[in-house]
């Protein structure tokens, strides 16, 4: 981070009124960051909460091509995945994306709650900033949220001038990625578009399949045009459509049976792929009246489609297929709100939200036994899933002192759904060799009963908080913020036990505390929160666990499930700061405990017998058991120290470092691996950064890590004629083996 011109002409004033000569005393002072987390602009030194940032710069500077890159950069914080299979956690406790129920953690983009987040953040490209707040998000934004909140926001197209970039990357993963973005005003100062288009292929997971001898490739192709509009200075509009598109393979990698993370293998013996195909249409606009209040309107309209056809059984043996077509095609969401700005005792605002969501995806299991006889069952079914929710809210801050502020929100949420999942069964003999037989019959369940498939909720969420100035560059802060996120049913590739057909909401209660303290004459800046978590109707998901069959055999399945209680509390704290006007470190260092308090008959493969009777199962206390799969310690530091080379050009090694605890594996039950990562880049620039060149070596030690694993249900073993165990183990996540890459990047 270089010492802005602005920040300069200050220090320079400041010194020249104390009749000081400017040159030679020139000040050190961190850049401003400038964030919108409580839907007002403010200093992130000002704001009394956790919230990181990574800037389009920050973006650029380690290489960061999807949002699970920001992962290795803030603390705290678990985005790990890839293509439609990603884990989302902050403090310890999150979710799979895949799981049935409403992320814990919302993402919000350009202004609007965005409910796929798979769909359309697997390439970043030309992005302004993206903010990360820790804690429940109750009243001011669309989604409530138990954990947090992720906002994205593109870039602003410039109004005055022609500008933009090209920037260009290669690795030695058979890498190539290519960014473009351009701003063309098309009414000075009023009216102007941006265009800004990714391309990128790779074989970055370095996963060969051995049984296919095929090494896995991912495909993204994305563009996006924004356009806004600011006839006079009390209005804007701003309109952005995104358009994504993903073709990946994705063969499960294994460990098990000879292998393990290091040979980076896949055994199945079918290929496996995921397509992605998501829009999305976003209106911002405000009006300032007279009197500087403000209306904001927020509309989006979203799809995305992402079918996907997989060898469930990870093993080389014709056992389980699974495909998945279609996805949410339709989501609509209306926000409105109404705002004061800037009076000395009383900031307000009010405002209503809705959300319409509608989803049809096709189901699809091809299933292979030997046991009690050579058997081939096809599983077809129809996942249709409607909601709709209405919430009207309020937040208020109310300046009590000059250095004293309290804030009071509220929020009534009022939420329904409708779920259906007709399951058809079609059984086949199964001949010697290997071909389909004569029909033995079919069979017609409904997956979600109709008890079930409908719901309805409401609930009230909001947030207190009080921050005082304790003195020009101290600020602490105490909140209370309760969350919740709404019911579902589970959705699966197979019936269900009908015990897990429908799961409550969940509500949780944070409690918080912290300081944001400028130090070193403004060269520094230290956030410190320490928070204390409680959740009721904790939505747990049961992963891979043992239960009798329609057909009675045994099956694996994942559910949602209440559990009682569980808590969570720790700490975050980052401190940045400007070393010299050449060399900027960041540090970053968070510890999260999260852990089921209250969680007695939770489904398991518990190594007993699973009962004879149809939708048999086996439950475990998990009680004091982990909540959640992320880590509980992680760690960072990043650097830049940069140097002139004549006048005209620049040179600097940057530097990032991610060390995490390890993870944990609720299917086996077992914790992973931990690992400590070292990013590094050497380049030169142009002064004026018209340019920039870069060679970089992401995970310099080739460090390998299992972050997450799932366990696979029996194989058939035809000649024999009986079920036998896989010796495989789904590794779900693990780190990309070390990459060797150049950027080259180019402004105008």
């Not at 270089?2 to 009124?17: D, G, H, N, W």
């Not at 351009?182 to 000075?188: C, D, E, F, Q, R």
């Not at 809705?354 to 189901?363: A, D, K, N, P, R």
């Not at 057909?501 to 520094?524: I, L, Y």
């Amino acid at each position: 981070m270089r010492i802005t011109a602005r920040k300069k002409i200050i220090a320079a004033s400041v010194l020249a009124s104390l009749g000081l000569p400017a040159v030679a005393q020139e000040a050190l002072i961190l850049e401003e960051v400038i964030v919108t987390a409580q839907k007002r602009t403010e200093s992130l030194a000002e704001t009394p909460m956790t919230v990181n940032v990574v800037t389009s710069e920050q973006i650029a500077d380690f290489g960061s091509f999807t949002i699970s890159d920001i992962n290795n950069m803030t603390t705290g914080l678990s985005i790990v995945g890839g293509g439609v299979d990603w884990d989302f956690a902050v403090r310890g406790v999150g979710a799979d994306i895949n799981a049935p129920i409403v992320p814990r953690m919302s993402f919000y983009v350009d202004g609007n709650y965005f409910q796929q987040p798979r769909g359309l953040l697997t390439g970043l490209f030309d992005i302004a900033q993206i903010e990360i707040l820790r804690g429940p998000q109750g009243t001011l934004y669309g989604q409530t949220s138990p954990i947090g909140a992720v906002t994205v926001r593109s870039n602003d197209p410039n109004l005055e001038e022609i500008d933009g970039y090209v920037r260009q990357t290669f690795n030695d993963q058979k890498g190539s990625n290519s960014q473009l973005g351009v701003s063309l005003p098309i009414i000075k100062g009023k009216l102007g578009i941006r265009i800004a288009g990714l391309y990128d292929t790779n074989e970055n997971s370095d996963i060969e399949n051995i049984t296919l001898n095929r090494d896995l490739e991912n495909e993204t192709t994305a563009y996006r045009v924004v356009a806004l509009w600011e006839p006079t200075e009390n209005f804007n509009l701003r309109l952005s459509y995104w358009n994504i598109e993903d073709e990946n393979d994705i063969d499960p990698m294994v460990e098990g049976n000879g292998f393990d993370v290091d040979d980076r293998v896949a055994v199945a013996n079918t290929a496996s792929y995921y397509k992605n195909d998501t829009e999305m249409t976003a209106l911002e606009t405000n009006y300032r009246f007279a009197n500087d209040w403000v209306a904001t309107l927020s509309i989006s309209d979203q799809e995305n489609l992402v079918p996907r056809d997989y060898d469930e059984d990870a093993s080389e043996v014709q056992a389980s297929n699974v495909f998945l077509g279609g996805g949410v095609p339709d989501i609509e969401t209306y926000e409105v709100r109404l705002s004061s700005q800037g009076n000395e005792f009383w900031d307000w605002t009010i405002g209503g939200f809705y959300m319409e969501t509608g989803s049809l995806t096709e189901v699809d299991v091809d299933t292979f036994l030997a046991e009690p006889l050579s058997l081939y069952v096809n599983t077809a079914s129809a996942a249709d899933l409607k909601s709709e929710q209405a919430a009207v809210f309020t937040h208020n801050s109310l300046h009590l002192t000059e250095n004293g502020t309290l804030t009071i929100g509220l929020r009534y949420t009022d939420y329904e759904r409708d779920s259906e999942q007709p399951f058809s069964f079609q059984y086949f003999l199964l001949l010697p060799d290997g071909t389909i037989g004569p029909s033995l019959g079919s069979e017609d369940v409904d997956g979600v009963l109709p008890e079930d498939q409908h719901g309805e909720d409401d609930a009230v969420t909001g947030t207190l908080r009080y921050q005082y100035q304790l003195t020009d560059d101290f600020m602490g802060y105490a909140a209370y913020d309760r969350g919740w996120v709404p019911g579902a049913v589970n959705i699966a590739a197979r019936p269900l036990p009908p015990a897990f057909g429908a799961f409550d909401a969940e509500t949780t209660d944070n409690f918080e505390m912290g300081f944001k303290w400028e130090v070193m004459g403004g060269r520094g800046l230290w956030n410190l929160a320490l928070y204390y978590q409680l959740y009721t109707d904790f939505m747990y998901n049961a992963e891979q666990f043992d239960y009798r069959n329609l057909d009675g055999g045994i099956s694996i399945a994942s559910a949602v499930v209440n559990v009682d209680e569980a808590e969570s509390y720790g700490f975050d704290t980052d401190f940045t700061v400007l070393l010299s006007e050449n060399w900027t470190l960041r540090t970053g260092l968070s510890y999260n405990q999260a852990e089921l308090t209250d969680a007695k008959n939770v489904p398991c493969t518990s190594g007993a017998p699973v009962g004879d009777d149809t939708w048999s199962f086996n439950t475990c206390d998990f009680s004091g058991e982990r909540a959640g799969a992320a880590p509980e310690w992680s760690a960072n530091v990043s650097t830049e120290y940069f140097n002139g080379i004549g006048s005209n050009m620049e040179w600097y090694v940057r530097g990032l470092f991610n060390a995490e605890s390890e993870y944990y594996s609720i299917s086996e039950r077992k914790d992973l691996d931990s690992y400590a990562m070292l990013d590094l880049y050497l380049g030169l620039r142009s002064a004026e950064n018209t340019w920039d060149a870069n060679l970089w070596v992401k995970n310099v030690t080739d460090e390998s890590a299992v972050l997450k694993t799932e366990t696979r249900g029996d194989l058939p073993d035809y000649d024999a004629g009986v079920q036998v165990a896989n010796p495989y183990i789904w590794i779900r996540r693990s780190l990309d083996p070390r990459t060797i890459g150049i950027t080259v990047n180019y402004n105008f």
